[in-house]
């Protein structure tokens, strides 16, 4: 089945505790990204990749890093989450410009 | 930077009647997507929209782009209780390059 995975599902942490939430797709997708949404605020893009090693800053990539070493990965790490990351996080891949989403990951930092 | 305003906010219905979601954007588009998504779950692709003036239907929800390619409406005709969630419009742009970006939604109550 064609899909967007992203694990884990649900994570509550403490504040400055590095975490890395996974997205993996196995739809041989080449742009792949990273989104959070928050109420009153929407979706809000986070960073993207075009192709492996390529990755390219969203409208709020500050206190997020991601790599994308293959194809089908595309990691989003938090190296000191702070209690304003608390979120529910969705990662995509894309063909032709339709983008395709993950189940969603709810993050709180306290 | 791209925005997205999305009108109404919120929008309860009774079930059997018609409704639109309207989604404005400060830039012309390059292109204009409607996804929906249930309550904290992932979103699901409905409809892209290119060019001036197209429109698009799948079954009930019919989107169409105006001839300038800055608004976008999606229209369900007939509503029933599973047209209920969040519609979402996104859209990237020539400005943009390959950043995308969303509206911040209408929730969509049918009541039965």
């Known amino acids: 089945e064609a899909q967007v995975t992203q694990n884990p599902r649900y994570l509550i942490t403490v504040t400055g505790k590095k975490l890395t939430v996974t997205c993996s797709q196995n739809?041989?997708?080449?742009?792949m990204s990273w989104y959070r949404q928050d109420p009153g605020l929407g979706l809000r893009q986070i960073y993207y990749?075009?192709?492996?090693?390529?990755?390219d800053k969203g409208d709020v990539p500050e206190g997020y890093k991601v790599s994308r070493k293959e194809k089908r990965n595309f990691p989003l790490i938090l190296e000191s989450p702070s209690p304003n990351q608390t979120s529910l996080y969705f990662c995509?891949?894309?063909?032709?410009?339709?983008?395709?989403f993950g189940p969603g990951t709810r993050l709180t930092v306290t | 930077s791209q925005e997205l305003e999305q009108s109404p906010q919120s929008l309860i219905v009774q079930e059997g009647k018609n409704l639109t979601i309207n989604c404005t954007s400060s830039?012309?588009?390059?292109?204009l997507y409607w996804y929906k998504q249930k309550y904290g779950e992932g979103l699901i692709f409905l409809m892209m929209?290119?060019?001036?003036?197209e429109e698009k239907s799948h079954e009930k929800i019919t989107a169409k782009l105006d001839e300038k390619k800055q608004q976008s409406s999606l229209h369900i005709t007939a509503s029933q209780p599973s047209h209920a969630g969040i519609y979402l419009c996104g859209a990237d742009s020539w400005y943009t390059g390959n950043q995308f970006y969303f509206g911040t939604g209408t929730s969509l109550t049918v009541i039965p």
């Open positions: 995509a891949s894309s063909l032709d410009r339709v983008q395709y």
């Open positions: 990749s075009m192709n492996v090693e390529v990755t």
């Open positions: 830039k012309t588009l390059y292109g």
């Open positions: 739809m041989n997708h080449e742009y």
């Open positions: 929209l290119q060019k001036g003036g």
